[in-house]
Nanobody, 123 residues
């Protein structure tokens, strides 16, 4: 079981940037996929981006392609989400998640979740 903890949220103006980090702890990571989801008030949790721990295959939601970049730091055991050109509609609680196996955009397939970090983009 992987334990994940997010950090890096905050308040930023539209057009600005933020970098989220997810610190992961597990005995081995080779078979894991890591993802970021977000949830705005009154809305369902939605997929943002995902990456495989080995190989580094990535997947993005259409709404963030070209603006967000997911990456991993094996030495630090972190998965990062660089968010550029932020828009007010990016405002949400952002969650890091982990699952064994392939990339998935479905939140229910992820077994480990962090507590979330708030991102607020002002217009």
């Amino acid at each position: 079981q992987v334990r994940v903890v997010e950090s890096g949220g905050g308040l930023v103006q539209a057009g600005g940037s933020l970098r989220l980090s997810c610190a992961a702890s597990a005995r081995t990571f080779g078979n894991y996929a890591m993802a970021w989801f977000r949830q705005a008030p009154g809305k369902e949790r939605e997929f943002v981006a995902a990456i495989t721990w080995s190989g580094g295959t990535t997947l993005y939601a259409d709404s963030v392609k070209g603006r967000f970049t997911i990456s991993k730091d094996i030495a630090k055991k972190t998965v990062n989400l660089q968010m550029n050109s932020l828009k007010p509609e990016d405002t949400a609680a952002y969650y890091c998640a982990a699952r064994m196996g392939l990339l998935s955009t479905t939140s229910t397939t992820y077994s480990s979740w962090g507590q979330g970090t708030q991102v607020t983009v002002s217009s």
